[in-house]
């Protein structure tokens, strides 16, 4: 049997208390069984932010996505993920990666390193909070994500919950400029992850970011913009792209289920300004998966 589908929303700015408040109830009017926030320079505080966010909000959980690893000590990160999910009241969940925009490491003063000594890191990172919140309970789930091999096997080994963008960093770009995997690259990834999750006596659930969502009886004019920015892609391209949700209702929510059938995707996240056009997506998957 397929899991059932979960659905996340990820709060990208920071802003006064009340605004912030109000911002996480609509998460939870909408829907959402999670809601996130990142862990880049300019935007919401990480843990703060999830305390306020639980506080204002009866049912999602509440998680990282995801922090970047190249900020954490792991012993004071241990700290902030024990006391962050005291707080909560059992509800958060730990999104961790390697961290991918240099510009930020500078801002910040801190060591980018190179791709390896970047998983390396996170390596460590995960292992030392493996055994520093050990004891812990209610235990906090743990969500890891990548597309290369050495990240696909720490996600194998360690994570609760392994998660895919469906995109690549463009070398060498100091801003973390990503570009979406065609459909054959990405499937590529995530057979590659299954090899080396088979062992697994547990499956891991699998967690795809979706980049853009358009629900719109005419596709065409929805991409216009992407489309006059990449001259290199195709309509046809991007409709069929996993991370792109453009179409009827009907269409998305089949693209969806044909997703959860051929690659194991339940846990949807969507970023904070498509939450609403994915709202009616949400409503209409929850409605035929208790049906």
Same mark, same amino acid.
């Given at each position: 049997?397929?899991?059932?589908?979960?659905?996340?929303? @990820?709060?990208?700015? @920071?802003?006064?208390?009340?605004?912030?408040?109000?911002?996480?109830?609509?998460?939870?009017?909408?829907?959402?069984?999670?809601?996130?926030?990142?862990?880049?320079?300019?935007?919401?505080?990480?843990?703060?932010?999830?305390?306020?966010?639980?506080? +204002?909000?009866?049912?999602?959980?509440?998680?990282?996505?995801?922090?970047?690893?190249?900020?954490?000590?792991?012993?004071?990160?241990?700290? $902030?993920?024990?006391?962050?999910?005291?707080?909560?009241?059992?509800?958060?969940?730990?999104?961790?990666?390697?961290?991918?925009?240099?510009?930020?490491?500078?801002?910040?003063?801190?060591?980018?390193?190179?791709?390896?000594?970047?998983?390396?890191?996170?390596?460590?990172?995960?292992? $030392?909070?493996?055994?520093?919140?050990?004891?812990?309970?209610?235990?906090?789930?743990?969500?890891?994500?990548?597309?290369?091999?050495?990240?696909?096997?720490?996600?194998?080994?360690?994570?609760?919950?392994?998660?895919?963008?469906?995109?690549?960093?463009?070398?060498?770009?100091?801003?973390? #400029?990503?570009?979406?995997?065609?459909?054959? +690259?990405?499937?590529?990834?995530?057979?590659?992850?299954?090899?080396?999750?088979?062992?697994?006596? $547990?499956? +891991?659930?699998?967690?795809?970011?979706?980049? %853009?969502?358009?629900?719109?009886?005419?596709?065409?004019?929805?991409?216009?913009?992407?489309?006059?920015?990449?001259?290199?892609?195709?309509?046809?391209?991007?409709?069929? %792209?996993?991370?792109?949700?453009?179409?009827?209702?009907?269409?998305?929510?089949? #693209?969806?289920?044909? %997703?959860?059938?051929?690659?194991?995707?339940?846990?949807?996240?969507?970023?904070?300004?498509?939450?609403?056009?994915?709202?009616?997506?949400? $409503?209409?998957?929850?409605?035929?998966?208790? +049906?």
């Amino acid at each position: 049997m397929p899991r059932p589908f979960r659905f996340g929303a @990820s709060l990208l700015t @920071s802003a006064p208390a009340a605004e912030w408040r109000a911002r996480c109830r609509r998460v939870e009017e909408l829907g959402y069984d999670v809601l996130l926030v990142p862990d880049h320079l300019g935007m919401v505080a990480p843990f703060p932010a999830l305390v306020a966010a639980a506080e +204002a909000t009866q049912r999602p959980r509440v998680g990282t996505f995801v922090l970047n690893a190249g900020f954490w000590n792991p012993t004071l990160l241990a700290r $902030e993920v024990t006391t962050t999910n005291d707080l909560t009241g059992g509800r958060l969940e730990l999104g961790l990666g390697t961290g991918y925009v240099q510009a930020e490491h500078d801002t910040a003063g801190l060591p980018f390193g190179s791709p390896g000594e970047r998983v390396d890191h996170l390596r460590r990172t995960v292992e $030392e909070l493996g055994r520093l919140l050990d004891s812990a309970e209610p235990r906090v789930p743990l969500l890891l994500g990548g597309n290369g091999d050495r990240m696909l096997r720490l996600t194998a080994e360690h994570a609760d919950i392994a998660a895919f963008t469906g995109a690549r960093l463009v070398p060498d770009d100091r801003d973390g #400029k990503l570009v979406p995997l065609d459909t054959t +690259a990405f499937g590529q990834r995530v057979g590659r992850y299954r090899e080396f999750a088979a062992g697994r006596e $547990e499956p +891991a659930e699998l967690n795809l970011l979706i980049q %853009l969502v358009a629900v719109t009886d005419d596709p065409a004019s929805a991409l216009r913009p992407l489309l006059d920015r990449r001259p290199d892609l195709a309509l046809e391209q991007v409709l069929d %792209l996993p991370t792109m949700l453009v179409g009827t209702l009907d269409h998305i929510t089949a #693209k969806l289920r044909a %997703l959860r059938d051929r690659y194991g995707f339940s846990y949807l996240t969507v970023l904070e300004p498509y939450m609403e056009a994915f709202a009616p997506v949400v $409503e209409e998957l929850r409605r035929n998966q208790l +049906a």
